[in-house]
């Protein structure tokens, strides 16, 4: 198929936001099992389970831990073997297994009763400071010999909502963790309630989920927290004795831990210290409210266990990991989803310490971390399914608590996930009504989409008929030129081409421009090349709203104010087109070029109407003509770096484009050379530790002529049709654009979010993710004075700087104070509610 389907909520917002909650750990390889050891452990005066207990098999790198009703799965490989059965406050346990021992084993743990002896820890001041900068030099001692690992994994992540369980999915991998190369992984099993059939053809990630709390850094939603055993945690942890435990005769520590700066990247919790080793024994920590998410997260609260080992050997290593993920997910006033609870429970054994790894796995993709890939055919990589949950590549697993159990009994593939996570808010309400169908386009332009929805439809297979209608799309604007403009998008494939047809009618128009037609069509000549093909005629805007998030929002935008009585902030042209473009992409460096061959036939059309909707006879602005005739050129365009998205992701980035036209060559009405580049900056300046460090975003947009540029192709610095106020556009600046044969501008807004509030101790913006930011734009343009009067401006130094407050409406409204100084003095320019 040449097109993919359009992706539903849980593909666009549910599933991103899953991966980054819990990341790409590892499985069980060929099944070479002896005896299959299952039972529980429990505490031997009051029969009450033991969650989490840890079983080892002795003189092995091999175990296991316990669910939280205390039961165990462990395979032995060989026989007679001991397992060791260890929980802090008791002593541990210690049984021979032979053939003939019952594969049923019960561990009853007994408490400690070894008398605690008062604490003595050499050194002064605070003796939980004292214990953990032991931990730390002890750690400092073995972690460099530490080069490489691989270890097998358990891991089953449960998805619920506030009310049940929505889907469960398991895996047993094998990971590589390598100190210079990162992490790697290989998935020998997998499988997971009916519902989630959908993703069986991929390698369900797990590496980059199990923490290891002993790092110095450790990954939580992007954000690099500062580990508990950081060669600085001192300065950024304030470690409190609390209690002494005994396990197997000895004492371990039990300190609190908090931060030092309630601003720093750290965690709060408890951590256990085994005496006279200055190991950790096991991490209980959760992130602090200074965790920075994703502005879509409007609560999250998280909590990490997890137990250390040394095997017997010099290094301390995770054994289990268990991770507790409660989302609140809110995407704008108008959208939210139930809450999204995530259960994790990881089982890591059968570690292999410094010895070589697959170097495959590291050139496969030339560098990166957290991948994961399926196994070869041959280990028997098996589907997700609800059949036989406790036969996973033939074991051995964390068993089930009974909701999960249940979950795999009663769940099939009707009850889909995103069902359980159907969004709320305004839009819930709509799409229930039948009245919001994704996919639903308003306001979209030909030639600002069509490169978008057409450069990714080249790689999709997975298709049973050789044409793929994707279904028609309504295209509604209104402007003062066009009128109301009712049109119709159609996607669909045709074997490899993507081809994307509209046609459109115009109220306002008389005459041939009363219709717009046009289309695409794409065809892949490799992995990073296509070629596509595209017409189009009507009535098209003279300028790009290049600033904008998304064109699509600056007409829809556009055509509300306009409709209530605003000036049109566009200027408009008839042009009947026709373009061939190649476009290639590299991958090192990140580098996109784009050859486009042009063949326009520009005209003049009027303004139709002043209509608005509240009856208040607005006069709309003349529209001006523009050079008429046959414009034909070349154009080439060249994109270095990542797009990212404002505000989400950073934008480092430098495009470059020239057009040229020549009469000598390809008898064009035109003779010009226009030059335009654009290039985005983001500089992380403070708490570059979180996800949305405060930075500093830059932008340069600059543009020069030479020859006799046509109106229809000036450069243009961006203005703030109200209420819509990008970066990239001159805030105090209304209405209409400064435009030119020259032009440049710079831009640049500094996003300390709620930093300011936190230094207050101000909690309640804090929680509500309100922002601050200041930011400023600089620019001119150069207009001959005939143009300049044609179009009703100046062509002076623009100069602004502002306050903003965002996230006022829950991510929608910004309140916007900026202030404009130029030639004419220092004035107030806006102080309104903009939507961001």
């Given amino acids: 198929m040449a097109r993919r389907s359009t992706p539903r909520l849980f593909c666009l917002v549910l599933l991103p936001l899953l991966l980054l909650a819990v990341g790409p750990a590892a499985a069980h390889a060929q099944d070479t099992t002896a005896a299959l050891l299952e039972g529980r452990v429990v505490d031997a005066e009051t029969g009450d389970p033991l969650p989490q207990a840890n079983l080892r098999i002795a003189d092995t790198y091999q175990g296991t831990i316990t669910n939280v009703d205390g039961q165990y799965t462990l395979a032995l490989d060989s026989l007679p073997a001991t397992v060791v059965v260890r929980y802090v406050g008791y002593e541990s346990a210690r049984r021979r297994i032979t053939a003939d021992t019952p594969p049923r084993q019960t561990f009853r743990l007994a408490p400690s009763t070894v008398q605690m ?188 266990e997890q137990q250390f080992s040394n095997f017997g050997g010099p290094y301390w290593l995770p054994v289990d990991f268990r991770a507790r993920r409660d989302l609140n997910v809110q995407l704008s006033a108008l959208i939210s989803l139930s809450d999204i609870r995530i259960r994790q429970v990881s089982r890591l054994n059968e570690y292999q310490i410094n010895e070589p790894l697959p170097d495959s796995l590291y050139d496969a993709d030339g560098g990166g971390d957290e991948i994961a890939v399926r196994a070869d055919s041959t280990v028997g990589i098996q589907s997700l399914s609800s059949a036989q949950p406790d036969s996973l590549g033939g074991g051995p697993f964390v068993p089930y608590s009974q909701d999960e159990q249940t979950a795999y009994e009663q769940i099939d593939s009707t009850d889909t996930v995103q069902d359980a996570f159907d969004p709320g808010g305004l839009y819930g309400w709509l799409q229930d009504l039948g009245l919001v169908e994704e996919g639903l386009s308003f306001g979209g332009d030909a030639d600002e989409t069509a490169a978008s929805d057409t450069t990714d439809g080249a790689g999709d297979e997975a298709t049973a008929s050789f044409v793929d209608v994707e279904g028609g799309l309504p295209v509604l604007r209104f402007n003062r030129v066009e009128g109301g403009h009712f049109g119709l998008r159609l996607d669909l494939g045709v074997g490899p081409l993507a081809v994307t047809g509209r046609g459109g009618y115009n109220t306002g128009p008389s005459g041939s421009t009363q219709w717009s037609y046009g289309g695409e069509a794409t065809l892949p000549l490799g992995d990073d090349t296509d070629l596509s093909a595209g017409y189009h005629y009507g009535i098209e805007p003279r300028y790009r709203a290049r600033s904008r998030i998304a064109p699509l929002w600056a007409r829809l935008s556009n055509s509300l104010w306009t409709l209530a009585g605003a000036p049109d902030y566009f200027d408009y042209f008839g042009n009947e087109r026709l373009h061939v473009s190649v476009r290639h992409a590299f991958s090192s460096p990140n580098l996109g070029l784009a050859l486009q061959l042009r063949n326009e036939r520009h005209f003049s059309v009027a303004k139709s109407t002043d209509y608005d909707a509240l009856g208040r006879s607005v006069t709309q602005p003349v529209n001006p003509s523009v050079g008429d005739g046959r414009l034909r050129s070349v154009a080439l365009t060249a994109t270095l770096g990542d797009g990212g998205l404002l505000g989400v992701l950073p934008i480092n980035r430098l495009q470059v484009s020239v057009e040229h036209s020549d009469p000598g060559l390809a008898a064009s009405d035109f003779d010009f050379t226009r030059l335009e580049a654009v290039a985005d900056a983001r500089i992380e300046t403070f708490f570059q530790r979180r996800f949305r460090p405060n930075a500093l975003d830059l932008r340069v947009d600059a543009g020069a002529s030479f020859g006799a540029l046509p109106l229809q192709r000036f450069g243009v610095i961006e203005a703030s049709p109200q209420p819509y106020t990008p970066f990239g556009a001159l805030r105090t600046l209304d209405d209409r654009p400064y435009q030119g044969e020259h032009h440049v501008a710079l831009f640049w807004e500094h996003n300390f979010r709620t930093v300011p509030f936190e230094l207050l101790g101000w909690q309640a913006p804090v929680e509500q993710d309100i922002e601050l930011l200041l930011h400023g734009g600089h620019g001119r343009t150069w207009i001959d004075d005939g143009t300049e009067q044609r179009l009703l401006r100046t062509d002076g130094f623009h100069h602004e700087v502002g306050l903003s407050v965002n996230g006022l409406l829950e991510d929608t409204l910004r309140l916007d104070l900026t202030k404009r100084l130029d030639a004419r003095g220092f004035s107030v320019g806006v102080s309104v509610l903009r939507f961001w």
């Fill in 117 to 304: 002896e008062e604490v003595r820890v050499t050194g002064s001041g605070n003796p939980g400071e004292t214990i953990m900068r032991r931990v730390i030099e002890n750690k400092q001692e073995w972690w460099p010999a530490l080069k490489s690992y691989s270890v097998e994994a358990y891991n089953r992540f449960t998805l619920a909502n506030d009310t049940a369980i929505a889907a469960v999915a398991e895996s047993q991998t094998t990971a590589f963790w390598d100190a210079e190369r990162g992490t790697r992984e290989v998935v020998r099993s997998q499988r997971g309630t009916a519902n989630l059939q959908g993703i069986a053809e991929s390698a369900l990630p797990a590496a980059a989920t199990v923490l290891n709390l002993y790092k110095d850094n450790v990954g939580v939603f992007g954000n690099q927290m500062v580990g508990v055993t950081h060669p600085d945690a001192l300065d950024y942890y304030d470690f409190t004795l609390d209690t002494t435990r005994a396990i197997d005769g000895r004492q371990a520590f039990r300190i609190e831990v908090e931060p030092a700066n309630r601003l720093s990247s750290t965690f709060r919790g408890t951590v256990t210290v085994l005496d006279s080793t200055y190991a950790l024994l096991e991490a209980q920590l959760r992130p602090t409210p200074s965790l920075s998410t994703p502005r879509v997260l409007k609560e999250v609260d998280i909590t990490f």
